[in-house]
């Protein structure tokens, strides 16, 4: 099983970033996937969850209304859409298959 994060950066507040997640050595499309955060000093938290069909989503308070998780299961690919980033939202940004973890990208938000 991999996991391969992309997409994080450095941003301004008030800023867009798409995370991306590609995955393989499994069923991609029989998988709840997530994505997790950790920021420095932090435990690492869930920030969205989407079901195996893509109909059913999950989202921290802290980014509801801001991020957007979606998947493409063709693809084997799962996303997360973040916009009007907040200095809070600076951290590690893992993808999670269930058991399995990708490497990170680091997201941060700063002027």
């Known amino acids: 099983v991999e996991l391969v994060e992309s997409g994080g950066g450095l941003v301004q507040p008030g800023g867009s970033l798409r995370l991306s997640c590609v995955g393989s050595?499994?069923?991609?499309?029989?998988?709840?996937m997530s994505w997790f955060r950790q920021a420095p000093g932090k435990e690492r938290e869930l920030v969205a969850r989407?079901?195996?069909?893509?109909?059913?989503?999950n989202y921290a308070a802290s980014v509801k209304g801001r991020f957007t998780i979606s998947r493409d299961n063709a693809k084997n690919t799962v996303y997360l859409q973040m916009n009007n980033l907040e200095p809070e939202d600076t951290a590690v940004y893992y993808c999670?298959?269930?058991?399995?973890w990708g490497q990170g990208t680091p997201v941060t938000v700063s002027s």
């Open positions: 999670n298959s269930g058991n399995s």
């Open positions: 050595g499994f069923t991609f499309s029989r998988y709840i």
């Open positions: 989407i079901f195996s069909t893509g109909g059913s989503t």
